[in-house]
Each structure stands twice: as structure tokens, then as C-alpha cells.
């Protein structure tokens, strides 16, 4: 089934390309599939999955045109990560770091672009917004020093963006600057229960001098005022926090997704233990969980496209989503999380015990799901608390994320 929620704007060729990407991950579903466990046993993507997807444009979906990327758009962004997902969780994770990582790299002044991409257009960019790190005012820029983690996708990544505080006491800014791998350190961290295949280890900088350019002030961010000066290019446009926090919705859609799939293949030929049932498939409590499950996902779906489409439809007509309006869109980013874990847990249950053998593919997807869903930007509690009050006129109350 096909949900078609999309920007008012979007024309055929749009439409076009994002079918031809789409279609290019399903193609590589497979070998991503046959890679999943042993992504998730040794705590890095398969290096084989990363250069398939680079190989098939899927990890430039977001960097300028003007480097060789697609340029493409936020819901683009969204049905490609969802499609790797239906593979691989990690995997879906550390591409989809990766390519926002790249529209993040496209804010910043075209100095500080060149400086990443103008040698290599094929280099990757990894990163941590949380200001955890302090930038010091030297002659021509900042002295950085911190620690920032979790890092996903930088074991593929030449350069990373890193959060900082620009000044001291109430005062200081938070900012983001861009460092080349190479001056950094990765400290082996990332022991964890889910999305363990992502390698989101700390990154370590002590002392690092960066440039002026290399600087991005995140309450500028916020509010759309970006330094790059390409202002014509609609998906630089996009609004900051919303992009931020929707990316992440789409490696859930598609777990969501594969358990779905999953269990209905599977129901047919799994009794129903001391029951008269001799399948789930027959059992009305499957039927209806499995309903309400498919239910669920379609409305995540919903939640994420539209939020997506109000994000491309802003862009590229020139203009920023107003407070409530970007409100609204981190409320659907968490709408669209929790119904995708939701609709896991259902699913698991239906499955069963088995659900949870290290042979089953589900169990790593349940994980995965609980693991990805809870990271702090799409956390849905402070969503419905921003949204709640946007509702009701209060502003300003809850985080400047927004």
C-alpha cells in the first residue's frame, strides 16, 4: 500500500526520483538482511552495506548537488531510510545520520563546505549536536575541546559535526563546528542493547583548533537563519529542529514495517499453543492484533509524511514554519515513533515467546525499535508537553529545540 501525503509542489519528476531511490534500497535489502546479524554482533555497519548504499546514491540523498549529491527532500529522506530499515536497523540508523549530517554540512558557510567536500565530494560526515564541548575565541577562530556522543556513523565518516559552547556563563552559545576525523579521537563506548550495529562511539577532541567557517550558531539554526550562500537551493531552507527530530522517524517506520511483514508470513505456519487453533493465522485474537498493528504503522506513516510534507512545502516556497507550526511537526515526529514502537510490541506478542530466540530476526528488530525510539530529540513526552502549550498560546517554556 502506498501512502501519497506529499508537498503540495512536488511534481512527477520529484515523485520520479524518489521511487527510482526507493526502489534502489529495496534492491539491496538482501544483502543488508544477510549482514544484520553480523552488523549487530561486531557493533559496526558491514562495511559492504555502507559501500552498496554509497554506491547506489543512497547516502547523498541530502548533500548539494553542486558536490554530486541528489539534493533531494525530506521526505525522500524519510522513504529511503524506512526502506533500509526493513533490512537492518544499524544500518538504516548510521545512512540516515549520514546523510543529515550532510544537509547539516549544507547550512554552513561555502568555505567551510569546500573544506569537506571540494577534494572528495564522496566524503562522509558524522555527528553530535549536544553542545558537550567548549569552543575558546582564538585568532581566526575556536580552540575545541570535548567529548560528544553517541556518534553514530562515525566509523564511515572522514569529518564530524560537534556541539559547543561559544563563550562562557549565561552568556555562551550553542553552536556547532566541523572537524576532520583525523583530529579526533574515538573512544570505544557504544556497549548497548539495540542499534548496537551503529557504532555510536565518543568522539574525543582536546585542543583542536578550528576556523572561523567551521562555526554554525545553533539559535540562529533554530529560527532559520543559516550562513550558507545558497539561499536558492530549497532544502537548505528546511526548518532546523523539525529535520532534525524527523530524519530519526524513519528507521522506525520501516522496523515497523519488517515486524509486520514478518509476522504475517510467519502466522500461517505457527500453532497456537494449547489452543484448538492450528494456526495464528485463524485465531481472531492474531487477526485483530495484527489489524490493530497495521493500523498503527499506516497512522505513523501519516504522522511522519505530513509533518515531512509541511517541512518540503515551507522550503520551497521560501518560507520558515512559524513556532506552533513546528509545534505541530516534532508532535507528529513523536506520534510517529511511539506508534511504530507500539505497533512492535503488538507484534511481538502475537508471535510469541519464539519472538525472542536469537535465530528470529524479530527479536533484533524489537530491540533496535526500543533502542532508536528513545533518543532525547523525538522524545514524545516533551513533543505532546511543547505541543500542549503551543495550543494554548504558552511559548518558550519547554526548549529552545523547537
Known sequence: MTIALDRPGATAADREQRADLVARAAKLLPRIADNAERTDRERRVV???????????????????????????????LEVSREIARACGSTAWSATLLNVCSW????????????????????????????????????????????WSPASGSAHARWAIVGVLRGSGADAEPGMVLIPMAELTVEDTWFVTGMRGTASNTLVAEGVF??????????????????????????????????????????????????????????PRRTMTYTFYDSQAVAPTSQLA???????????????YRAAAE???????????DYDARARMRMDTGVATVNAREAIRILV?????????????????????????RHAIINPEVSTDLYGKSLLGIRGTVTHLI
Not at 553530535?128 to 570535548?146: E, N
Not at 517541512?311 to 514554519?321: F, K, M, R, S
Request: contains cysteine; aromatic residues 6%; charged residues 15%.
Open 47 to 77: 562495511e559492504e552495506n555502507i559501500e552498496a548504499l554509497a554506491g547506489a546514491g543512497l547516502l547523498s540523498v541530502l548533500q548539494p548537488a553542486r558536490y554530486g549529491g541528489l539534493q533531494t527532500d525530506m521526505r525522500t529522506c
Open 104 to 147: 547539516y554540512v549544507g547550512l554552513f558557510p561555502g568555505q567551510a563546505q569546500n573544506d569537506v567536500w571540494a577534494e572528495d565530494p564522496t566524503t562522509r560526515v558524522a555527528g553530535v549536536l549536544a553542545p558537550t564541548g567548549t569552543a575558546v575565541q582564538a585568532d581566526g577562530g575556536f580552540v575545541v575541546t570535548g567529548r
Open 210 to 267: 578550528v576556523p572561523g567557517h567551521r562555526y554554525l550558531s545553533s539559535p540562529e539554526a533554530v529560527e532559520g537563519r543559516y550562513p550558507t550562500p545558497h539561499t536558492e537551493e530549497a532544502v537548505y531552507r528546511s526548518a532546523f529542529v523539525p529535520v532534525s527530530a524527523l530524519v530519526l522517524a524513519g528507521p522506525q517506520l520501516g522496523l515497523a514495517q519488517a515486524a509486520l511483514d514478518l509476522v504475517v508470513a510467519k502466522a
Open 290 to 304: 495484527i489489524a490493530q498493528a497495521a493500523s498503527l504503522i499506516d497512522s505513523a506513516q501519516l504522522h511522519a
Open 311 to 321: 517541512i518540503d512545502e515551507a522550503a520551497a516556497n521560501g518560507g520558515y514554519p
Open 349 to 373: 506478542s502475537v508471535h510469541g515467546a519464539g519472538s525472542f530466540a536469537e535465530a528470529n530476526p524479530l527479536q533484533r528488530i524489537w530491540r533496535d525499535s526500543e533502542t532508536g525510539s
